[in-house]
């Protein structure tokens, strides 16, 4: 009776629709109960016996960069019952950068909250999470980091090109360059809505190395996409093919139960931040990796970060630091072409999602050929990593310059200070003609950063005044706590942490203060003694923002610095298992 007794006990719980029963005191009832339910959506007992498969569905009306969603969806259960299982999809929150208020970062927490709860509480062996827009990516591999099971990643893909008085265009890079240029009196309103039409000129993602571009290579880099899964636009046929064989893998990850913590390890962070660099991506990628690795128990360590930059150079010419576009990268053979030059510099054995490492990957993919997206080793378009770490006494705890899109002119820089305390401080300020402000001057942020905003909004971008823009001036250096959209470009000094809004050091920037930037030297300083600085917070102490109520005020209690990923302090994983890329 004993050992019968345990053979029930184990099946269970084990896989598909016996996973996670909702409790009723009596497990035969609450399957048998569920049964019910499911039969009554015209499932049959074949079915039920299937490994259940899980589809993350994040379409919305709010988010133009999931508008393939229904076509990736179909796409995706089509490969799983190719290979045996049962497709089940189901929603969660979906957010977009130009649509959620504040900003989409304030939403990314609770977003991956939502997927790691219903990745528990619903019966699944394995998730297909289908996003493409900044957050939504990372939100979904923390949600699923922390919830455990077998877990792939697809990409909704990026969108096309649009063509504007036969200039290419596309979204965003060009989007701020042409904003720049109405701000500065080059173009007329009629010219700025003819372009307004053109930006973009489909569904998906913005088409240069955007954040969501960028978090579409890290996922490759990481080992949660299928080969070649971070390339294809949104609207071809490669998209939906590699849904299909997505969908499929996933079945397979169920069976021979490939989780999530076999794959992001701390080889495969190392590898994401070495493609990080390499295509020139954007720094919120940076903040993403840590929060992700959070969730796994991993500390990033940016100081070994910034020293990969030192011998991994800006393979991929995408803008804003080179010419082409996502499409373009995905004709020249997309991360396949990629990580087989960047071979010698990889951790090759790290696993990845298709049950090979990431070496045997790279072996088995199509050979090479003549393109001039991707350069060689000893002929980048950058010949640094994209991306520097700050540190002084301005920034104790870092901050990041995406020195492959600053002007090189600019980053050995003194200046004085033109201080703007808020983002509406910013917008009542910046383009009056009495502004006292040159070319030579440092433009200061504060309070933008993940409490000071909350949320911390990509306004670490902030414009050129317009007397300065319509004098000609293209550049300025430019310091907040902020981020900035991976679509930007120019000298501007981001993620100063600590951030304002907690008492660091940015809070006691004053007007006229002198400010040095040495890229170079990787400082960012005030000019001030420690003592003056020391008065200065004892004169004018910071009050932390806080709210009575609701997700503000759990966001507001709870947030970490920038270094730490924005992400809540109770979701990161209780112990910190060791740090990445190791030293």
Not at 51 to 69: E, Q, R
Not at 532 to 561: C, H, M, S, W
Request: aromatic share 4%; net charge negative.
């Amino acid at each position: 009776m004993t050992s019968n007794t345990n053979k029930e006990k184990k099946q269970p719980t084990e896989s598909g629709l016996r996973k996670g029963l909702t409790s009723y005191g009596d497990k035969g009832f609450s399957l048998f109960l569920r049964k019910a339910f499911i039969k009554g959506a015209g499932y049959t007992n074949s079915a039920l016996d299937r490994p259940v498969i899980g589809i993350i569905n994040t379409g919305s009306a709010f988010n133009p960069c999931h508008g393939n969603m229904p076509q990736l969806i179909e796409a995706v259960k089509r490969g799983v019952m190719l290979a045996g299982g049962l497709p089940m999809d189901f929603p969660t929150i979906s957010i977009h950068e130009s649509f959620a208020a504040p900003t989409s970062m304030y939403l990314r927490n609770l977003m991956s909250m939502d997927t790691e709860e219903m990745l528990r509480a619903q019966p699944m062996d394995a998730v297909v999470m289908i996003g493409g827009c900044d957050k939504t990516v990372p939100a979904q591999m923390m949600g699923a980091a922390s919830a455990g099971l077998p877990a792939i990643q697809l990409i909704t893909g990026s969108m096309l090109t649009g063509s504007h008085r036969s200039e290419r265009v596309g979204a965003c890079t060009d989007c701020r360059r042409y904003w720049g240029k109405f701000r500065a009196g080059e173009i007329d309103k009629i010219e700025k809505d003819e372009v307004n039409d053109q930006l973009v000129a489909s569904v998906g993602t913005c088409s240069v190395m955007g954040t969501a571009s960028t978090m579409a290579c890290i996922s490759e880099a990481l080992g949660m996409t299928v080969p070649g899964g971070a390339t294809p636009p949104a609207v071809t046929a490669d998209r939906i093919r590699i849904a299909e064989e997505t969908g499929t893998r996933a079945v397979q990850m169920a069976i021979d139960g490939l989780t999530i913590d076999k794959v992001l390890t701390a080889d495969a962070f190392e590898n994401a931040m070495r493609v990080l660099l390499a295509i020139g991506g954007s720094t919120n990628g940076i903040v993403h990796l840590a929060a992700i690795a959070g969730r796994m128990g991993l500390e990033i360590d940016l100081e070994a970060l910034d020293q990969m930059g030192d011998e991994t150079p800006v393979l991929v010419d995408l803008k804003p630091s080179g010419d082409h576009y996502m499409e373009n990268f995905h004709d020249a053979g997309g991360m396949t072409t990629l990580l087989r030059e960047l071979k010698p510099l990889l951790k090759l054995d790290a696993m990845t999602v298709t049950g090979r490492t990431l070496g045997e990957e790279i072996d088995a993919a199509p050979p090479s050929f003549k393109q001039d997206v991707v350069r060689k080793l000893d002929n980048p378009i950058y010949p640094r990593g994209s991306i520097a770490v700050l540190h002084g006494n301005l920034a104790p705890g870092g901050a990041i310059i995406k020195q492959s899109a600053a002007n090189e002119t600019l980053m050995e820089h003194e200046g004085r200070a033109i201080v703007f305390e808020n983002s509406e401080d910013l917008a009542n300020r910046i383009d009056s003609p009495d502004l006292d402000v040159t070319a030579d001057d440092i433009l200061v942020l504060k309070n933008i950063g993940p409490k000071g905003a909350p949320g911390m909004p990509e306004a670490g971008y902030i414009p050129i005044p317009m007397k300065l823009a319509r004098a000609g001036v293209k550049d300025i250096v430019r310091i907040s706590d902020g981020r900035m959209s991976g679509t930007a470009f120019g000298t501007i000094v981001l993620h100063v942490t600590p951030e304002a809004a907690v008492g660091g050091p940015l809070a006691h920037v004053k007007n006229g203060d002198r400010i040095r930037l040495s890229v170079k030297n990787r400082e960012i300083s005030l000019l001030i003694s420690g003592e003056e600085l020391a008065k200065r917070a004892k004169e004018n102490p910071v009050i932390e923002p806080t709210a009575e109520r609701g997700y503000l005020k759990l966001f507001l209690d709870t947030v970490t610095q920038a270094d730490k990923g924005v992400d809540f302090d109770f979701l990161r994983a209780v112990k910190m298992v060791g740090k990445t890329p190791k030293r």
